[in-house]
Nanobody, 114 residues
Framework: QVQLDESGGGLAQPGGSLRLSCVVSGIIFRPYAMSWHRQAPGKQRELVAM???????SYADSVKGRFTISRVNNKNTVNLQMNDLRPEDTAVYYC????????WGQGTQVTVSS
């Protein structure tokens, strides 16, 4: 079983920035792709960004150019730098190991509001 511990959420103003972090345990981190997802109230969980084991990244169109996913393999950590935040980015954010589809953390709340 994979343990995922997300942190870094909070309240940000439109145009502001937040940096989310996720520490992963229970697996050997390096070989696995990692992803960030989010779920807004009343909406389905959606994929935000993904990073392959080799570092290749992909993003949802809605966050492209504003969010950056990265990983630090020797710390079993995946990060999500979020810039130019918008109210529509408000959601609970989750990191995820796609190879372990049933394992999710508690998530971290991001609220973008003036």
């Amino acid at each position: 079983q994979v343990q995922l511990d997300e942190s870094g959420g909070g309240l940000a103003q439109p145009g502001g920035s937040l940096r989310l972090s996720c520490v992963v345990s229970g697996i050997i981190f390096r070989p696995y792709a990692m992803s960030w997802h989010r779920q807004a109230p009343g909406k389905q969980r959606e994929l935000v960004a993904m990073i392959a084991s080799g570092g290749a990244t992909s993003y949802a169109d809605s966050v492209k150019g504003r969010f950056t996913i990265s990983r630090v393999n020797n710390k079993n950590t995946v990060n999500l730098q979020m810039n130019d935040l918008r109210p529509e980015d408000t959601a609970v954010y989750y990191c995820h190991v796609p190879s372990y589809p049933r394992d999710w953390g508690q998530g971290t709340q991001v609220t973008v509001s003036s």
